[in-house]
Antibody, heavy 120, light 107 residues
Framework: EVQLVESGGGLAQPGGSLTLSCAGP???????MNWVRQAPGKRLLWISSISADGVRTYHADSVKGRFTVSRDNSKNTLFLQMNNLRPEDTAIYYC??????????????WGQGTLVTVSS | ENVLTQSPGTLSLSPGERATLSCRAS???????LAWYQHKPGQAPRLLIY???IRATGIPDRFSGSGSGTDFTLTISRLEPEDFAVYYCQQYGNTKTFGQGTKVEIK
């Protein structure tokens, strides 16, 4: 079954940094991609998107200036650099692929998520 | 921000029964860019429906979506054991927001 795999989650201290990665074993990541997170007891929240060529990036206001999405298409890998982490960033982080629908598209392939815990 | 409100919070049904899930938006959803996802604990979310009513690839026809503007519905005609999960709606316009989810549990 084709799926995405996230890695890099774990425990970080407030003010610390983590870098998440996302890859699709056997899958070429040629679509626009996004990161979505779910804090405990909360709804899913879109946080970052990146175009297929990596030129255009978008971030939710809650993470703007602290998180940076990027990709290495030669390695079929998506990244999320998270700096100045806060306790409220504690969540399961999912990477997801936008479908190729032209324009605004839903996410048609997701990973199982990686847990990020921010605590002292 | 277009806030999506799903109801009910929990739906307790038996296999074979019909499930009707609602998603209401605080503003009209642009071009009916509304999707439904199924999510089971520890698994990847799965796209079921997009553009309000189009089934994603490989999704059984017991799943159907309807609605437009601000009111949308996901219907599961006859629940199979594997359908018990949490379902989220999402509007995927310029800003991408999700509903809070409806849990479909076994009665």
């Amino acid at each position: 079954e084709v799926q995405l795999v996230e890695s890099g989650g774990g425990l970080a201290q407030p003010g610390g940094s983590l870098t998440l990665s996302c890859a699709g074993p056997g899958l070429a990541l040629t679509h626009a991609m996004n990161w979505v997170r779910q804090a405990p007891g909360k709804r899913l929240l879109w946080i970052s998107s990146i175009s297929a060529d990596g030129v255009r990036t978008y971030h939710a206001d809650s993470v703007k200036g602290r998180f940076t999405v990027s990709r290495d298409n030669s390695k079929n890998t998506l990244f999320l650099q998270m700096n100045n982490l806060r306790p409220e960033d504690t969540a399961i982080y999912y990477c997801a692929r936008f479908s190729d629908c032209g324009g605004d598209c839903p996410s048609d392939l997701w990973g199982q998520g990686t847990l990020v815990t921010v605590s002292s | 921000e277009n806030v999506l409100t799903q109801s009910p919070g929990t739906l307790s049904l038996s296999p074979g029964e019909r499930a009707t899930l609602s998603c209401r938006a605080s503003q009209s959803v642009t071009r009916n860019n509304l999707a439904w996802y199924q999510h089971k604990p520890g698994q990847a979310p799965r796209l079921l429906i997009y553009s309000a009513f189009i089934r994603a690839t490989g999704i059984p026809d017991r799943f159907s979506g309807s609605g437009s503007g601000t009111d949308f519905t996901l219907t599961i005609s006859r629940l199979e054991p594997e359908d018990f999960a949490v379902y989220y709606c999402q509007q995927y316009g310029n800003t991408k927001t999700f509903g809070q989810g409806t849990k479909v549990e076994i009665k």
